[in-house]
């Protein structure tokens, strides 16, 4: 009986998740422009909104060098700071080999509490991948990362605007950005107004700023 019970409970996740990447794709398809469709003057001013994103700690903070420090910019503070606690992410950038990022950000899809509560996410909290250090990089440096399929995960501007909509649908870090509880800051605008500024910079063929 229990090893039914099991069975079930993975196949329904296995199903969800299934169920979240069709959904993701469907709005990608949605999302994206026609190439060409969008003029490199306008697709520099969307990498400019995208820049002010991208850099703002809320976002920056994870996405650090392989030392896999994360940085902190505790609540009631504008300045990034090493995190407390002497927290390191390890090889595995989750902390497996210290102590778990999740001993204190748990992998939960309800809404964050409001500061000093840690923030959680609906995926297992972690430092992005080394090749996707953005923190103490310059606007122009990310913007060559972020384009690079090297560096961005095998993504073309298509596959970024999946990434993001997949990441959405597993209440992941990406939106809650956005909702990371009442005390923290925020990136500018909203996550869908992310989502159309990635979509017009990829149909401007990504273009950076020198």
Do not use: Y
């Not at 090493?82 to 950000?105: F, P, Q, Y």
């Not at 996410?121 to 990362?145: M, N, R, Y």
């Amino acid at each position: 009986m229990k090893r039914s019970l099991i069975a079930l409970a993975l196949a329904a996740s296995a199903i969800a998740g299934l169920t979240g990447l069709v959904a993701a794709k469907d709005e990608t398809t949605r999302d994206a422009l026609p190439p060409g469709s969008v003029s490199r003057a306008e697709g520099l001013e969307a990498w400019k909104r995208i820049e002010a994103v991208v850099t703002h700690p809320r976002c920056a903070n994870c996405h650090v060098d392989a030392r896999a420090i994360p940085i902190w910019t505790p609540a009631g503070e504008t300045r990034p700071r090493v995190h407390g606690m002497n927290v390191h992410g390890g090889d595995s950038r989750i902390g497996a080999e210290k102590i778990a990022c999740s001993t204190c950000h748990m992998t939960s899809t309800q809404a964050n509490d409001p500061a000093p509560s840690p923030p959680r996410a609906g995926i297992d909290w972690q430092l992005a991948p080394v090749e996707f250090i953005w923190f103490g990089k310059s606007g122009a440096e990310i913007c060559a990362q972020m384009k690079d399929p090297k560096r961005n995960g095998g993504r073309d501007a298509v596959g970024l605007l999946a990434h993001l909509r997949h990441d959405a649908s597993l209440n992941g870090f990406i939106p809650r950005g956005w909702a990371p509880g009442a005390g923290r800051t925020t990136p500018p605008g909203t996550f869908e107004d992310h989502v159309k500024d990635m979509a017009m910079w990829g149909a401007a063929g990504q273009p950076c700023p020198n």
